[in-house]
């Protein structure tokens, strides 16, 4: 005798300029839900990446299927310069957490809510499903489902590599998010040296749009 099929979907890195995007799903029964809060698992932002490590090795031991969808840089900077408003980040992950729900195919799905509205958010997956699912989307969802807490580890731990991955090619840049001096200053020599971004920054936001800006006027200045 199974119990529910639980999924829970979470995301890492929709803020940063650099890297990926990163949407976990798992998939647990739910006779073996006290197995995956046994873990200890939580939010991964209050984890250090050593325990993240970790847990994500157990999460994946435990749980019955996952999927792991990265966003590159270039579809985040396609969807943002030319969706329509509502349609933006928003919609994409909504589609991507949908396309998860549609592999998993679990009797619930949890998922850390990305609009300001999480019904709203709840009705752009509905709408992306074949089946009816029930969704419960919920801001903060990692905080109160371990369910979405090993979805997040999952995503965290990816994304992480990824960057480790960048860095091991391009140098230390830093965090990859816009507040992070160290960041700024890599764009800064980087657009010095080639006069564009390279591929795994995300052109489209605005800090990256600016520095580019003050540089091309430096340039006229200098010409002038």
Same mark, same amino acid.
């Given at each position: ?25 798992? @998939?647990? *029964?739910? #006779?073996? @839900? ?11 932002? =209050?984890?250090? +990446?050593?325990?993240?490590? &970790?847990?994500? %090795?157990?999460? @994946?031991?435990?749980?019955? !299927? ?8 270039? #579809? ?8 329509? $408003?509502?349609? $933006? ?19 619930? /799905?949890?998922? !850390? /809510?990305? *609009?300001?509205? +999480? ?18 989307? #919920?801001?903060?969802?990692?905080? =109160? &489902?371990?369910?979405?807490?090993? /979805? ?5 731990? #990816?994304? *992480? ?10 140098? *230390?840049? %830093?965090?990859?998010?816009? /507040? ?8 800064? $020599? ?20 600016? @520095? ?13």
């Amino acid at each position: 005798m199974h119990g529910l099929r639980l999924c829970g979907i979470d995301d890492a890195g929709r803020g940063p300029v650099i890297g990926p995007l990163v949407i976990a799903g798992v @998939l647990i *029964d739910e #006779e073996r @839900l006290p197995n995956l809060i046994r873990l200890g698992v939580r939010d991964s932002k =209050t984890l250090s +990446p050593r325990r993240r490590e &970790y847990l994500a %090795g157990e999460i @994946l031991k435990i749980v019955e !299927d996952y999927r792991v969808v990265k966003v590159p840089p270039s #579809e985040i900077d396609r969807v943002v310069e030319h969706g329509r $408003r509502l349609n $933006r980040l928003n919609r994409l992950e909504a589609r991507i957490m949908a396309s998860i729900i549609r592999d998993l195919k679990p009797d619930i /799905a949890y998922v !850390d /809510a990305s *609009d300001i509205l +999480p019904e709203r958010f709840r009705q752009h997956i509905a709408e992306e499903l074949p089946f009816t699912v029930k969704i419960v989307s #919920e801001h903060k969802a990692d905080r =109160t &489902y371990p369910i979405v807490s090993a /979805a997040s580890i999952v995503a965290k731990v #990816e994304r *992480d590599r990824e960057i480790e991955s960048l860095k091991q090619i391009y140098g *230390d840049f %830093g965090s990859g998010y816009a /507040a992070d001096p160290k960041t700024i200053s890599f764009l800064k $020599r980087w657009i010095e040296e080639h006069g564009s971004y390279p591929d795994f920054v995300r052109k489209s936001w605005k800090t990256v749009k600016i @520095l580019l800006r003050d540089r091309e006027r430096l340039r006229q200045k200098r010409l002038q």
